[in-house]
């Protein structure tokens, strides 16, 4: 049975060239970044490289560049970091969708329980954060606004540009997770005018188990983990060289076929669609304003599990939500939040096309689909 991967929001497949490049930094170049002989100044010199080509793609500068181990560590630093910082300006009030990561709800909550206000904005039925809901929220004690970029489970793209500047009228800073955008969207970091923004390898074909956090210059955050002064002494640890490498020859590769690949998953998305079309009571969850490559789709009367189970036996994987969240029972936060009911949330499934999708596929995996949502609601 020939597995059909239509997950892509989860994780995507290690790039053979990106495998390749990182290679020589497990065997023979497996120096010590921070060691001072020449095995050490090779592998610091690959991940000065590294830092500076990631911060070139992005418009940023490399001291501006902090490699950590994946997104969920970078929201976490990202929001605990700056709002500590903050709270030393007297500035204790942090502002986020309600839409966020898990990471960032986590930290989110652990900032309340500190004492600090956390106000969680809104979104429309669309899934999107309107400009207006975050204008209202303001105010001159606001230090944090958080708003991912793309959420990762409508692929629904949010105003950041707007938001930003609206954060930066009040004189609070603005982060934005990054993590589902960067594989699909041009990330200009001056352009869209935010002051930190998270990235994960894992999600545009690079290694899992690193990420990389983009700090502007002058702007003040508390040290992640302590015992080194790696990246700069605010985030302690050997450098995992060949990860780090990893990252930035996988998001150099993204840069340059990201068009293309967008144009390649709204073709499959369509394809995918015109396809099950004959089924009944099939709605789309998220406005117009959507990435190709994510499609979340309800489908009345059937529950999600239990189609993902079926279709997975299939060969065909498919998700029902957030990767770190999957396992749970409980129905998406993020759905809720766009005023489905509970039962619409759990009869709602994501599916993520990839630039190694074919065609073929894409119609087998649809059939199975039809198949197997009319043989649910036979049942």
């Not at 497996?30 to 992005?58: E, Q, Y």
């Not at 990762?152 to 603005?174: C, D, M, R």
């Amino acid at each position: 049975m020939k597995r059909i991967y239509l997950d892509h929001a989860a994780t995507t497949p290690l790039h053979s060239k990106v495998l390749a490049k990182m290679l020589p930094y497990f065997t023979e170049e497996f120096g010590n970044a921070d060691s001072p002989h020449a095995a050490g100044r090779k592998a610091v010199n690959a991940v000065d490289s590294a830092r500076d080509t990631l911060a070139s793609l992005l418009g940023a500068k490399p001291k501006e560049i902090y490699f950590t181990s994946g997104g969920t560590e970078a929201d976490n630093w990202a929001m605990l970091g700056c709002a500590y910082a903050q709270k030393q300006k007297g500035k204790t009030k942090v502002i986020l969708s309600s839409i966020e990561h898990h990471a960032v709800l986590y930290a989110a909550e652990k900032l309340q329980n500190e004492g600090f206000e956390v106000v969680y904005l809104p979104v429309n039925e669309g899934g999107m954060v309107e400009p207006n809901a975050l204008k209202a929220a303001l105010d001159s004690n606001t230090g944090l606004v958080a708003v991912m970029a793309v959420n990762n489970e409508t692929g629904v793209i949010q105003p950041i540009q707007e938001l930003a500047k609206l954060s930066h009228e009040y004189g609070a800073l603005f982060f934005t997770d990054a993590v589902q955008a960067a594989p699909y969207m041009k990330i200009d970091v001056n352009e869209w005018g935010v002051d930190m923004l998270s990235l994960s390898a894992h999600k545009f074909y690079g290694p899992k188990g690193v990420g990389a956090l983009y700090i502007k210059s002058g702007v003040k955050i508390e040290r992640l983990i302590g015992g080194g002064e790696q990246e700069r002494g605010l985030r302690g640890g050997t450098t995992n060289v060949p990860a780090v490498v990893g990252l930035t020859a996988a998001y150099e590769e993204n840069a340059a076929t990201v068009f293309e690949t967008n144009e390649r998953c709204r073709c499959l998305n369509e394809l995918f669609l015109q396809a099950i079309s004959g089924l009944d009571g099939v709605k789309i969850n998220g406005g117009e304003n959507r990435l190709p490559a994510i499609l979340n789709l309800q489908i009345e009367g059937v529950n999600n599990v239990d189609l993902l189970y079926k279709l997975d036996l299939q060969g065909i994987c498919i998700s029902v939500g957030a990767a770190c969240a999957s396992a749970s029972v409980l129905p998406s936060h993020v759905l809720l939040a766009m005023g489905r009911s509970q039962k619409q949330a759990k009869e709602s499934v994501r599916i993520s096309f990839g630039r190694e999708n074919t065609e073929e596929e894409i119609l087998q995996a649809a059939a199975l689909f039809v198949e197997t949502v009319n043989s649910l609601k036979n049942l």
